[in-house]
């Protein structure tokens, strides 16, 4: 009797042990595909930079981050923590990775974050350039309102 109580016992930290590894994993493979999570790190690091707009990676691993005053930050997932950086002007060279949906980034400052990124699109890819070349354009107006129309009426 006591051996079967024993198998009973193991066969439950065994299947507890499986469990904790699968939860454990998914949470790898999460990554920074969470925008909530990223703001909230990005945040801890820079509580004094305003977010406007993220950008993951495809595979989730890195998020680039465009700020209030068109400065660009970058997170990577350190798979214990996140490690994240403001990046100062003129030290950061982005090239177009061969795929056309990517972003090869040297990052002068910080060279072990440097490598090629991915992204969904080309469109994505080359806003996260504008941001880190510190050349972000806005869309156009619509429809401006004219001063010189209304000079030229005689109003």
């Known amino acids: 009797m006591g051996i079967i109580v024993w198998c009973v016992l193991f066969a439950i930290v065994i299947f507890f042990a499986f469990l904790a590894t699968r939860m454990a994993a998914r949470n790898t493979e999460d990554g920074l595909h969470d925008t909530g999570l990223a703001i909230i790190e990005f945040g801890r690091a820079f509580p ?15 998020v680039f981050v465009r700020l209030h005053d068109n ?24 090239l177009a990775s061969e795929t056309g949906r ?33 050349n972000y354009v806005a869309e156009p107006d619509k429809e401006l309102p004219s001063s010189n129309a209304s000079a030229a009426n005689g109003h």
């Open 48 to 62: 004094n930079e305003a977010i406007r707009q993220l950008q993951a990676t495809v595979d989730g691993q890195c």
């Open 102 to 134: 990517g972003l090869s980034v040297d990052f002068i400052n910080a060279p072990h974050h440097s490598g090629t990124y991915e992204f969904t699109s080309a469109k994505e890819a080359s806003e996260v350039s504008l941001w880190l070349l510190g």
């Open 71 to 94: 400065k660009a930050g970058f997170m990577r997932n350190m798979s214990r923590h996140f490690s994240c950086h403001l990046i100062e002007p003129g030290t950061v060279r982005v």
